[in-house]
């Protein structure tokens, strides 16, 4: 199957990675608009840790989509 967006997709995609991402999203979206709403350091770190976790599970989904595989976890580089 050829997707417009991410070309040619390879297997099926598990509910759980979809899922991940979309949590992942939600807190994202939530801890931003705590930030907007108060301005608070806190509250902007929290967002961007979030923002972090979101786009690896992003990253981890959009993955499985185009090699029908789960990523591979890269090792310590420096152990």
Same mark, same amino acid.
């Given at each position: 199957?050829?997707?417009? *967006?991410?070309?040619? *997709?390879?297997?099926?995609?598990?509910?759980?990675? *979809?899922?991940?991402?979309?949590?992942?999203?939600?807190?994202?979206?939530?801890?931003?608009?705590?930030?907007?709403?108060?301005?608070?350091?806190?509250?902007?770190?929290?967002?961007? *840790?979030?923002?972090?976790?979101?786009?690896?599970?992003?990253?981890?989904?959009?993955?499985?989509?185009?090699?029908?595989?789960?990523?591979?976890?890269?090792?310590?580089?420096?152990?």
């Amino acid at each position: 199957m050829t997707d417009p *967006v991410l070309g040619p *997709v390879k297997g099926d995609v598990t509910a759980e990675c *979809v899922l991940t991402a979309l949590a992942a999203g939600r807190a994202m979206r939530k801890y931003q608009k705590e930030y907007f709403a108060t301005r608070q350091q806190a509250a902007l770190d929290a967002s961007r *840790v979030a923002e972090r976790a979101f786009d690896e599970a992003l990253a981890n989904a959009l993955w499985w989509i185009r090699h029908g595989e789960p990523r591979p976890v890269q090792g310590e580089l420096f152990a």
